[in-house]
């Protein structure tokens, strides 16, 4: 007789998915990983997943593609299905936190795709109930923004920021996809104020960048792995409708606190394409 | 490439829109994102599969940019070969069906 399977349901961007096995300890590991998102609402999708033996998490690149209905997503550690009309999928992996959240993301991504929003490889966090984006290269200082936040920003995430439209513009809300500062992002949401592309220098500085700049960074960060024409053009016009909504600027500053008064006293617009 | 007639198609694999003046191109095979600068971007727009790359270089690029035809006919060259190294642009010595409208 199969044994019962247990469902957790964990609420990321404001959309509940169902994940469900029939590994109590899986299930324990998922409950503990996403604890500040996880939900009562009823869910609009549900994932299950299946353990298979243990294979150590993979650098080689993950697939994302469309087979009839469902979109396959594969990668070394884990194989998983999904069909976007039920709205459910399933997953064979083994029971590493890592494939879980590489999982996570990839459905997250292809859902806010089809909804015109995305995730976008930045730390974002709510200062005077705005939120303030902060992408860049690697290195260019995501954390360390972070790191130099007053006590009374609210981190969003130091990683994996979560984008989707609104009547207004756009709204971030907090992910529990953590980087180098290992500490999940608060479960809330604000109204995007701004998007910074980061670079460290000897004084703080705010500058505008072209629309088609700001496309260009912007693509370079968003976080998309779908081989698909449909879904990339959909991708490449939601960039350019946040271009022509949010403000994005670059921002050259010094690594020490005087910087989140710039970002306190910014009031920029965006540059209408 | 040196072949006497080049036609040049979009591939269907592609997301292309243009924003101030600039092509932003994506391809969706790999996700790999390009722009193109505005010679690059009348060639792009010019690629029906039908229109040999000469005819482009003299009708959309020696007429609408002050270029030397040697120079833009041999840089046009190098642009069709690089975008379709990416799959961004098809390539033959015939005619082709432009793979988007």
């Not at chain 1, 884990?78 to 039920?86: H, S």
Request: aromatic share 8%; hydrophobic share 40%; charged share 25%.
């Amino acid at each position: 007789m199969a044994a019962a399977r247990k469902v957790a349901c964990v609420e990321i961007g404001g959309i509940p998915i169902a994940f469900s096995s029939d590994d109590d300890r899986f299930l324990d590991l998922l409950r503990q990983r996403y604890a500040g998102f996880l939900s009562s609402s009823p869910p609009e999708f549900e994932l299950e997943f299946d353990l298979i033996a243990a294979i150590p998490p993979s650098d080689e690149d993950v697939r994302v593609r469309r087979e009839g209905d469902e979109w396959l997503i594969e990668r070394g550690d884990f194989q998983a299905r999904w069909d976007p009309g039920t709205g459910r999928g399933q997953v064979r992996q083994n029971a590493n936190p890592y494939s879980l959240d590489s999982v996570v993301r990839i459905l997250h991504s292809l859902i806010l795709a089809q909804r015109g929003g995305f995730l976008l490889h930045a730390a974002s966090a709510i200062c005077d109930g705005q939120a303030y984006l902060f992408s860049g290269v690697s290195g260019a200082g995501k954390t360390t923004m972070t790191r130099l936040a007053p006590a009374d920003i609210t981190l969003l995430t130091d990683e994996i920021s979560y984008l989707r439209p609104s009547a207004d513009g756009y709204v971030a809300y907090g992910t529990p996809f953590a980087g180098e500062l290992a500490k999940p992002g608060e479960n809330c949401s604000a109204p995007v104020s701004a998007l910074f592309f980061l670079e460290q220098g000897p004084e703080n500085c705010i500058d505008e960048l072209p629309s088609a700049e700001a496309v260009r960074r912007l693509m370079r960060n968003i976080l998309f792995f779908a081989e698909d024409r449909v879904l990339v053009e959909k991708l490449l016009t939601t960039a350019c409708d946040f271009v022509a909504r949010v403000p994005i600027r670059r921002l050259t500053f010094y690594p020490d606190s005087r910087v989140w008064d710039e970002i306190r006293n910014f009031q920029g617009v965006a540059e209408h394409v | 490439m040196s072949e006497n007639c080049i036609y040049i198609a979009r591939s269907s694999a592609i997301a292309a829109r243009a924003l101030a003046g600039e092509m932003m191109v994506m391809n969706s095979a790999d996700s790999t994102f390009f722009t193109l600068n505005p010679v690059a971007t009348a060639i792009f727009q010019a690629a029906d599969g039908r229109t040999p790359l000469r005819e482009i270089v003299r009708d959309r690029i020696c007429d609408q940019f002050d270029v030397d035809p040697e120079q833009a006919q041999a840089d046009a060259e190098q642009f069709v070969t690089e975008l379709s190294g990416h799959g961004i642009l098809l390539v033959s010595n015939h005619p082709l069906v432009s793979e988007t409208p």
